[in-house]
């Protein structure tokens, strides 16, 4: 070789550092602009003082309806999901279970039972005028009663003896504490679906529930990982256990998970250190494509091919299974139409161009919020966040909508809702407050959907039936060491 040769040759060598120096500074810029969007977003999102105290003054004023009615007289109300797990937003509703006495001894309240007690329950809230638009919905798997409130117009849903619900608001308020990055992620993606309008399972898609194991997945299998497959946290079946005398199972799954949780954080080694910018756009590659035959499951932290579970396999479960990670025979995404399922992986795909080729923030703001929040961010800067977020239409959700989740980081501490409230603190009672709840395991409770939009499926711009390499899925930013092999289907 010549010394031209070696010239032109350095030459080539120089063009291409200077090209990759630039695509660096590039991406640099953009995950910048992208972190500083997503970060105006969780500062409207994000509930402030008067948000728990709202919450506060609806779980007091719906306790005294309660025990006005002589059946109920005895009776507690404990709230849970998404304002106990500590993932909910400004504009998220309440989960209250209505716990009905039975000694100390976890027993099962018949459902025709539970449907009395909640009509008692309309009467009491009727004859105060506590509520609006009340509903009672008796065929749901758990039966419910959903309603707003007067004061602030909060969305409740009401449920009888919900303990599984409880117990599950308890497990997913530990994981938050592992890492904050979860606890934000989750509220990002809940407002994504809700802009995408697939956080729905009345009209075929998924409830919140799902969303959240969605981000658990998510952080397990990103390289570090973030979070530990479930089982390390509790081998074996929340709900199965969660039986005997109540103070007794309660402290023992506390006991448990608290120290796995604290041997989990004890053990690592090797941090995953990434922003939340990449988080997010690595969770939309990830699931950009996936595979109908495989079955999400956190209790693993890995792909499980459906045939593996007998009562996967059924059609019931064909489109979308998520394994419940505390219920095992439970998938969460039950709920999932035909026409749910297409409108959930076109939402995923587009979302994941979209946020690969927008660059300024008003753009990378559109992609992942409502036209109500996108207002709100873009004029963040200009007058700051009003404490009373605006009535706009859509901009809450039923309750029946909501089936479960959410509160991010706040500046109040998890038990403030509790200050005046009124409780009746007694141990055996106040079991799931998020006061006690800053110490003990959490997660959600689901609901069946009691009805499916069907609407026009989607043309996508990407066939739903061909052959996806899983090569081609895995993230620039190296955050998915997650999908099984032979992949046809994408979601």
Request: proline share 4%; hydrophobic share 35%.
């Amino acid at each position: 070789m010549n010394h031209q040769q070696l010239k032109r040759r350095e030459e080539k060598r120089n063009i291409v550092t200077i090209q990759q120096g630039l695509m660096a500074v590039e991406l640099c810029a953009y995950n910048g602009a992208l972190e500083l969007s997503l970060k105006d977003v969780l500062a409207v999102i994000k509930p402030v003082e008067e948000d728990v105290l709202t919450r506060a003054r609806v779980i007091r004023d719906f306790r005294d309806a309660v025990v006005s009615m002589p059946s109920l007289k005895d009776a507690t109300v404990e709230p849970f999901g998404s304002f106990v797990s500590n993932l909910y937003t400004r504009c998220g509703d309440l989960d209250i279970s209505v716990e009905v006495p039975n000694g100390f001894i976890i027993s099962e309240t018949k459902k025709k039972h539970k449907h009395k007690f909640l009509k008692d329950i309309r009467r009491a809230l009727q004859l105060r005028e506590l509520a609006r638009n009340i509903q009672f919905i008796p065929g749901a798997r758990v039966p419910l009663l959903v309603f707003q409130s007067n004061h602030r117009n909060i969305s409740c849903d009401i449920s009888i003896g919900n303990l599984s619900g409880l117990i599950k608001s308890k497990f997913l308020l530990w994981l938050t504490e592992i890492d904050e990055r979860f606890r934000d992620m989750v509220l990002l993606v809940k407002e994504w679906a809700k802009s995408q309008n697939i956080n729905d399972p009345k009209s075929g898609t998924l409830n919140s529930y799902s969303l959240t194991l969605l981000v658990i997945f998510h952080f397990q299998t990103c390289k570090p990982a973030i979070l530990p497959p479930l089982y390390e946290i509790y081998d074996g079946n929340i709900t199965s256990d969660l039986k005997g005398e109540r103070l007794d199972a309660e402290k023992s799954i506390q006991d448990i998970c608290s120290a796995n949780i604290a041997r989990f954080k004890s053990s690592l080694r090797n941090a995953n250190r990434s922003s939340l910018s990449e988080l997010f756009l690595s969770f939309f590659d990830k699931f950009s494509q996936i595979n109908q035959q495989f079955a999400l499951c956190t209790y693993t932290g890995q792909w499980e091919h459906t045939r593996i579970k007998i009562r996967w396999a059924n059609k019931d479960y064909s489109l979308l299974v998520i394994e419940d990670p505390l219920e095992h025979s439970e998938n969460t995404a039950r709920a999932v139409s035909d026409n749910g399922y297409m409108r959930i992986c076109r939402a995923f795909g587009v979302t994941s161009h979209n946020l690969r080729t927008n660059q300024d923030r008003v753009s990378l703001i559109t992609s992942v919020v409502r036209p109500q929040i996108k207002s709100l961010c873009i004029s963040r800067s200009a007058g700051g966040i009003p404490s009373v977020l605006p009535q706009i239409s859509g901009f809450e959700t039923h309750p029946s909508q909501n089936n479960y989740l959410g509160r991010p980081v706040t500046t109040v501490p998890v038990n403030q809702y509790q200050l005046n409230t009124g409780f009746d603190t007694r141990s055996s009672q106040n079991r799931y407050s998020p006061r006690l709840a800053t110490n003990v395991p959490e997660n959600q409770n689901q609901r069946q959907n009691m009805g499916i939009e069907t609407q026009t499926p989607v043309n996508y711009s990407r066939s739903l039936t061909s052959t996806i390499n899983p090569q081609q899925a895995t993230s620039s930013q190296d955050q998915q060491q997650w999908r099984p092999k032979n992949f046809n289907r994408w979601e």
